[in-house]
């Protein structure tokens, strides 16, 4: 048999790399279309709030993508340099950075939750809408970024396929979780209501709300279905990494904060780009978008 070109090597390397990845992107998106579809029942006002609150979220991922971008970089270097010991301190690192501002997050995000209404000009029943999303979703932002990081260091180590499964456990949470904390107990009775198809096992999912009293949370029950799926994976993806590949998870010596400011460094232009990105929408929602 003869061997493979070189030059076609890289190619065929970067492509078995990419595809887990770009699905794994792709997947991500899909609780946007998650929460949509499942936030029929609740009328237009609250379709609009969520419009207006996916872009909050994508400005919330610039913030998270601090813990992310440099572990994806570093963690791949030292990879590649077969530095294993390296390579996991920059995990470590990745982590606490993540559960650090996912904790600043959650307590710093309730009390703007007004002001960040005001600039994007909400206001009434959609203002009430997105104010309760807001609350879930600062309510689980750590479980939101931990997730993040933890993806991009399965991506520097080269194990891409991992976090693509990790969002298929996800997404699959939120889809069952995301009837049950939006509409609770009246789940079945909204759901026909609005029109939407009655999958099998919402009957169950019903039952269960009914038998614990679960009473409905509107937005911000879909802000929990996405943080609780999220958390799933995360935990998921730390005993990967515990288990899996023998990853020592705690430090031993206090955390390097040079070692921090590196990665900070690093991310700091791609999580520029997304505030950017979003705060175009934000300004399009604020003085142009008809209300």
């Not at 990745?94 to 007004?114: H, K």
């Not at 260091?153 to 499964?165: A, D």
């Amino acid at each position: 048999m003869s061997a493979v070109p070189a030059q076609e090597r890289p190619t065929v390397e970067v492509l078995r790399l990419a595809w887990p990845a770009f699905l794994s992107y792709l997947l991500n998106s899909t609780y946007r279309i998650n929460d949509q579809f499942w936030i029929q029942g609740l009328g237009p006002t609250a379709q609009a709030a969520m419009g207006a609150m996916t872009f909050v979220a994508i400005m919330a991922f610039a913030v998270f993508f601090l813990s992310a971008g440099g572990a994806l970089s570093l963690v791949a270097r030292h990879e590649g340099a077969g530095d294993g010991e390296e390579r996991d301190r920059v995990s470590r690192h990745a982590i606490l950075m993540a559960l650090v501002l996912g904790g600043l997050m959650m307590l710093a995000g309730p009390p703007l939750i007004p002001w960040l209404l005001g600039l994007l000009d909400l206001g009434g029943s959609v203002a009430s809408h997105a104010a309760l999303y807001l609350d879930g979703f600062f309510a689980m932002a750590p479980a939101m970024v931990l997730v993040l990081a933890i993806d991009h260091t399965f991506i520097g180590r080269g194990r891409t396929i991992i976090p693509m499964l990790l969002q298929l456990v996800a997404v699959g949470c939120n889809f069952v979780l995301n009837p049950v904390l939006i509409y609770g107990t009246g789940m079945l009775a909204e759901i026909e209501a609005a029109g939407m198809p009655h999958f099998p096992g919402l009957s169950v999912l019903a039952a269960i709300a009914e038998t614990v009293g679960l009473e409905g949370r509107g937005l911000e029950g879909a802000a929990w279905a996405t943080g609780i799926s999220r958390a799933v994976a995360g935990l998921l993806g730390l005993a990967i990494l515990k288990w899996g590949f023998r990853m020592d998870l705690w430090f031993h010596r206090p955390p390097s904060l040079a070692l921090l400011g590196r990665m900070l460094r690093i991310a700091l232009p791609v999580s520029w780009s997304i505030a950017v990105y979003a705060g175009v929408y934000w300004a399009l929602f604020a003085l142009v978008l008809d209300r």
